[in-house]
Structures are given as C-alpha cells and as structure tokens.
T-cell receptor, first 114, second 115 residues
Framework: DTAVSQTPKYLVTQMGNDKSIKCEQN?????MYWYKQDSKKFLKIMFS???????INETVPNRFSPKSPDKAHLNLHINSLELGDSAVYFC?????????????FGEGSRLTVL | AQSVAQPEDQVNVAEGNPLTVKCTYS??????LFWYVQYPNRGLQFLLK??????LVKGSYGFEAEFNKSQTSFHLKKPSALVSDSALYFC?????????????FGGGTRLMVKP
C-alpha cells in the first residue's frame, strides 16, 4: 500500500501544452504539499494545503494551479508549459498542521517539456 | 525567512569509516530541523528530526544528528558507513510558527561510500 502516490510517474509533452499531475495520500493527513526538484536536485516548495487554506509560494508562476477535491488529494495543473518547467515534482503530506511532523513523499513525477 | 546551507556537494567516505554530512541553518526563533534521504529515482524518506530536548537525536539506519544552537548547525553523523548509505541527503528547517508549515530544504549532499 503506497502512502503517497503520484500519477503519472513520467510525462513528456510539448511546450505550450497543459498537463496535470495527480496526488493521493491514504495516511489521513491534513496537510499536503507540492515540491519541485530541478536538474541540480534542489528542492523548492511550491504549495502547502491544509484542508482549509492554500498557501501559495509567491515565486510560483500563476500557470501552476493546485486543486484539492478533498483532503486526500492535491493535484497540480500546469498551463502553457515552458522548457523551464522540466523537473521532478514531488507531492508530500504531513499529519495535522504542525511544523513538527515529518513529511511523507511520493515517488515523484518527472516532467519533460520539449 | 528561514534558510538551510549544506556546504558540501559531495562527501566521500570508505565503508566502515565514520561519516559526517554538514548542515547549518538560519531561522528566527527555535528551529525544527530534519534530515531526509533520497535514493535514486525515489522520493525523500525521513531520517530524523530535532524539535526540542536532547541535542543528540537518533534516527533510522543508525544515523544521528547533533543540534548545536551556538553554531546554528545540525550535522548528520554515522559511526560506521555502509555502501548502501550512498544517496542524496537533505537537511531541512521548518518554521516554529504556523506559516503554511513549509519545510525549507538545503541543496543536498551526495554521500558516496566506497567499499
């Protein structure tokens, strides 16, 4: 049983397209996140969502929009894809809304924009 | 705003030798500090954390880390390295206040353990 699952694992698409990455967690956690890992392995927070409030990192372009149909899911939709969007995107979840808990990560979704 | 620095891109150590992966942080207030490990083509896995109390915290796979407030450091250590410890290691800090609970990661350190 995968705790945090992401689909698709690999995604190759053309510039200008719109794509979505789905994330589901079966841990009953209240808080979910999206992180972007670039080619140099640097991890950058994109969004935090704790079932009540969406916290948007102001450096994320508005082409990126998270959508949470329920607290077990946090999907990432990307409009008008650009070459620089190529990266591995990680979904994560955390119990409650405290800063003390550890994150549980999905396996990542590798996006390649051609 | 909080930040984390991992000054070494790569650490090389021979199997059986002790290892240290360095981490320093900058955060207002008391920090919550974490170490995560990433194996190739996998997501990050939690190793250990410091929240409060004893400065030496023990975690998974025999790893430990020491919180040093005066030096604002949280170095990861293991007494005897294994080849299977070879991976990418990330230090992270979480704000003590509820600011979206966004964990900020360092740039990562690649650990190479050679037989």
């Amino acid at each position: 049983d995968t705790a945090v699952s992401q689909t698709p694992k690999y995604l190759v698409t053309q510039m200008g397209n719109d794509k979505s990455i789905k994330c589901e967690q079966n841990l009953g956690h209240d808080t979910m996140y999206w992180y972007k890992q670039d080619s140099k392995k640097f991890l950058k927070i994109m969004f935090s969502y704790n079932n009540k409030e969406l916290i948007i990192n102001e450096t994320v372009p508005n082409r990126f929009s998270p959508k949470s149909p329920d607290k077990a899911h946090l999907n990432l939709h990307i409009n008008s894809l650009e070459l620089g969007d190529s990266a591995v995107y990680f979904c994560a979840s955390r119990e409650g809304d405290l800063s003390t808990g550890e994150l549980f990560f999905g396996e990542g979704s590798r996006l390649t924009v051609l | 705003a909080q930040s984390v620095a991992q000054p070494e891109d790569q650490v090389n150590v021979a199997e059986g030798n002790p290892l240290t992966v360095k981490c320093t942080y900058s955060v207002s207030g008391n920090p919550y500090l974490f170490w995560y490990v990433q194996y190739p083509n996998r997501g990050l896995q939690f190793l250990l954390k410091y929240i409060t109390g004893d400065n030496l915290v023990k975690g998974s796979y025999g790893f430990e880390a020491e919180f040093n407030k005066s030096q604002t450091s949280f170095h990861l250590k293991k007494p005897s390295a294994l080849v299977s410890d070879s991976a990418l290691y990330f230090c992270a800090v979480s704000p003590p206040e509820n600011a979206g609970n966004m964990l900020t990661f360092g740039g990562g350190t690649r650990l190479m353990v050679k037989p």
